[in-house]
T-cell receptor
């Protein structure tokens, strides 16, 4: 079955540091890949997505590139801010004919950014 | 604004009680999902529904039940058979790839 593996957390960085959160996946078909962010006490919000190999998703300074050869979708940001403190989830979905897609999530990683 | 509404935000359950969590959407999406979130375990799928009057078990359906009598509504009942119900519950909808999540219900057994 499909699965998503994220690096172990939590991660604590100083403001303006470079961020990388690793994500790899296993899928039977050709999935779409996503990063979701969850702020304390809230639901999940879509951060970015990529639907085919070599696509780069980007939003709010975050980027991730769909690497089919390494089955990876690592999240990066060049300069983090305190407001980026949240839980980040990597996810995949495989759209099958006649059905809406199910999302499979990684375990999530907590990012704390200190001033 | 279109969106998805979960209620209540906080819910307390006594041992042996059934409780129902509400999820309502006005996005006109066909598919709706219930996920359970526990610290360090990510999100796990409980039940999902692709169309009205039809639903499927997810990975951890034991101790839960759902109904889908209307397109807009997908309530989740946590039964007394669920031995460890304390968690954060998230409802989501989708049409195709994009998921929209509600703000969640935190259920605590007292």
């Amino acid at each position: 079955g499909d699965s998503v593996t994220q690096m172990e957390g939590p991660v604590t960085l100083s403001e303006e540091a470079f961020l990388t959160i690793n994500c790899t996946y296993t899928a039977t078909g050709y999935p779409s890949l996503f990063w979701y962010v969850q702020y304390p006490g809230e639901g999940l919000q879509l951060l970015l997505k990529a639907t085919k190999a070599d696509d780069k998703g980007s939003n709010k300074g975050f980027e991730a590139t769909y690497r089919k050869e390494t089955t990876s979708f690592h999240l990066e940001k060049g300069s983090v801010q305190v407001s980026d403190s949240a839980v980040y989830f990597c996810a995949l979905s495989e759209l099958r004919a006649g059905a809406n897609s199910k999302l499979t999530f990684g375990k999530g990683i907590t990012l704390s950014v200190r001033p | 604004d279109g969106g998805i509404t979960q209620s209540p935000k906080y819910l307390f359950r006594k041992e042996g009680q059934n409780v129902t969590l509400s999820c309502e959407q006005n996005l006109n999406h066909d598919a709706m999902y219930w996920y359970r979130q526990d610290p360090g375990q990510g999100l796990r799928l409980i039940y999902y529904s692709q169309i009205v009057n039809d639903f499927q078990k997810g990975d951890i359906a034991e101790g839960y039940s759902v109904s889908r009598e209307k397109k807009e509504s997908f309530p989740l009942t946590v039964t007394s058979a669920q031995k460890n119900p304390t968690a954060f519950y998230l409802c989501a909808t989708t049409r195709g790839y994009g998921y929209t999540f509600g703000s969640g219900t935190r259920l605590t057994v007292v």
